[in-house]
């Protein structure tokens, strides 16, 4: 069992950053953030392997960076230059078994948080 407690989340303005943290109860082989918006699907926005390779949403690359600290068991979203369109609540997902890289599948994961909004004002 993986439990995940995601903070860091708020309002902010276009153009501006924030970032979000999970804290896990163990890490997992892959992690992952999600945000799911408003009438909208769940997408997956980044990834990290336990060895750190990283996969990111064509929409974040550049903007985005995941990262995490074994040694705190949290994991990391970096989110700069954000804009109205990041607006979502993200999810922090973790598997014990493998995941898929470049692309970030929801199937993969078996463990997720409860989430933080993420509100981007124009």
């Known amino acids: 069992q993986v439990q995940l407690v995601e903070s860091g989340g708020g309002s902010v303005q276009a153009g501006g950053s924030l970032r979000l943290s999970c804290a896990a109860s163990r890490m997992g082989y892959c992690m992952a953030w999600f945000r799911r918006a408003p009438g909208k699907e769940r997408e997956g926005v980044a990834l990290i392997v336990k060895g750190g390779a990283t996969a990111y949403l064509d929409s974040v690359k550049g903007r985005f960076a995941i990262s995490k600290d074994n040694a705190k068991k949290t994991l990391y979203l970096q989110m700069n230059s954000l804009k109205s369109e990041d607006t979502a609540m993200y999810y922090c997902?973790?598997?014990?078994?493998?995941?898929?890289?470049?692309?970030?599948?929801?199937?993969?994961?078996?463990?997720w948080g409860q989430g933080t909004q993420v509100t981007v004002s124009s």
């Open positions: 997902a973790a598997t014990l078994g493998g995941c898929t890289i470049p692309d970030i599948r929801a199937a993969s994961f078996d463990y």
